[in-house]
């Protein structure tokens, strides 16, 4: 028997114990998977249900509706506008996460004493809450007391409207996230930067690799099992995200800055579409698994 | 061995070595090296917190200085003004006790339920452990939006909605999921021969658990409750959906509540701001190695 294995010998001279042993480990399971199944098995399989009917968040009346609430999302020019601002989104923020969390990285692993404040004091935006975030932005951000225009106005820019405007919202929403972000790239590439063996550098320093040959050729190929990782659940983060977006804009203005992930709140709570919100919501859950699917296939056949 | 203990163990190590600096040639190099160093990272860092200091020295102006423009740095006036206001007529208190209680009943339950499980799957080879392990994982992938749906729904069957319970059953499905994942790395960083030892010495299947493993996971423990308490925390789909009569609020929904309105009221909203942040960051610097263990973790290991 398979699970015995682990027990020992000794175990199988004390036959009355065996079958408790047997299932012990089924009973420790137990209280998290009762837990698991009724508060997020059962309740997502509902979610995929309703999306094939006409549940409203008003009314008890029900009816099947089949792929009705699919089609409509494609005739709908707010979803295609939100699963557009969603891949920008989330390649926009994932992105500039790494481009500015590797530099930092590579100037907190300098062999410099005191290197271990900076780590600690620049890791304090990702102890905040989002909404606190978010408040301090809005603020920033206001076009009367605001101190960013206070700012630009120094420089002689004109005012600008960092969440009203059409053509910015997304990107100024994008900013508090990245922030409140950043701090935890920074310290995933760090703990993998440290990782590397030190002697590979005095090596490629003695063949003569200058610096900028060392980080491409030596530093960024060993940094790949870990960027696979991060890349793989910031984009899920991102791809999901709800609180700031919410907080800052509510998607607006317009639907500037309207995600698959706010829409289908919008969707249910304030128009009580819940089949409609649903079926985003599988959207959104149905483009992750086939992203994570390929995204694991092509970057482990590179490596 | 864990992420931050090689980060801490790399730290001591260079500390060792500072004043051998192999590529740079001479004394003034490095010196100049070091200064150059020291200037970018003290202007990054200003940079960075820039948003929470000015925050945190606004919250202690006068309401008129917080609308003035052109706005002022420091505050001319230091004043708790904000903060009298936000205590005296918001029921901000409550709404920290609401989130306290909802963080400490949701980080229990998810560190008892989800470390028996997290035991099991690392100490024990069963039939379903590797499918039950891979559906962990595959929980990270549910978009909270699809969530929050059908269990505001189940929420109000069972007539919960506007009660401290319906957040915390919101709450296990990320904690829960969240503490499983790292206490099973914890779990399978323990040596084995630990159980079989005990068990020959006559130890039950319980007694091993509660005697030997227990005292050795309390590390493990203290991380994934820092972190449980710290996310709950800060918290914010369900709870402004789940909750909608004042005092049941949390912090998260509390501040969202004051957003809400019509004309911003800064000075409330950054004395509640300021408040709001004090108990993760304290958390954060009194258990920075634990929190961040967790956090780390789970990525690495993910």
Sequence with gaps: MAHTALAGPQSKRQSPLLSFSTLFPYLLLLPATLLIVSLIVYPLATGLFISVTDRSLVSMRMNIVGLRNYIRLWQDPVFLEALKNSVIWTIYTVGAQLLIGLPLALLLNARIRGRGAFRTLLLMPWTMPTIVVGIIFTWLYHPVVGYLNYVGHLLGLPKIMFLADVNLALWSTGVPVIWRGLPFVMLLLLAALQGIDRELYDAAAVDGATPWQQFWSLTLPLLVPTLRVLILMEVIWMFNLFDMVWILTKGGPGNATQLLATYAYYKAFFEFDLGYASAIGAVIFVLMIVFSLLFVRVSTRQV | ?302
């Design chain 2, 1 to 302: 061995m864990s992420t931050m203990a090689r980060i801490r163990q790399i730290d001591r190590r260079d500390a060792d070595d500072w004043p051998i600096d192999r590529s740079a040639r001479t004394s003034i190099q490095r010196r100049l090296r070091s200064v150059a160093w020291y200037a970018v990272m003290i202007v990054l860092l200003l940079l960075m917190l820039m948003p929470l200091l000015i925050a945190l020295s606004s919250s202690f102006k006068p309401s008129s200085e917080i609308l003035r423009y052109p706005p002022t740095l420091a505050p001319k006036r230091a004043t708790l003004d904000q903060f009298v206001r936000l205590l005296s007529a918001r029921q901000f208190p409550i709404y920290v006790l609401n989130t306290i209680v909802v963080g400490l009943v949701t980080t229990f339950l998810s560190l008892l339920a989800g470390s028996l499980a997290a035991y099991s799957l690392a100490q024990f080879k069963f039939r379903g452990n590797a499918i039950f392990t891979q559906s962990i994982v595959l929980l990270y992938m549910f978009p909270p939006v699809l969530l929050v749906i059908p269990l505001y729904l189940t929420i109000v069957s069972f007539r919960l909605q506007d009660t401290l319970y319906s957040l915390i059953l919101a709450y296990s499905t990320f904690a829960l999921p969240f503490t499983i994942w790292i206490m099973r790395t914890f779990f399978e960083g323990l040596p084995s021969e630990l159980r079989d030892a005990a068990r020959i010495d006559g130890c039950t299947e319980m007694g091993v658990l509660s005697k030997v493993i227990l005292p050795l996971s309390l590390p493990g423990l203290a991380a994934v409750g820092a972190w449980s308490f710290m996310s709950v925390w800060g918290e914010y789909i369900f709870a402004i959906t789940f909750i909608n009569t004042d005092r049941f609020r949390t912090v998260a929904s509390g501040l969202n509540g004051l957003v809400g309105q019509v004309s911003l009221d800064f000075g409330v909203l950054l004395a509640g701001s300021v408040l709001a942040i004090v108990p993760p960051i304290l958390l954060f610097f009194v258990a920075q190695e634990y929190v961040l263990e967790g956090l780390t973790a789970g990525a690495v290991k993910g």
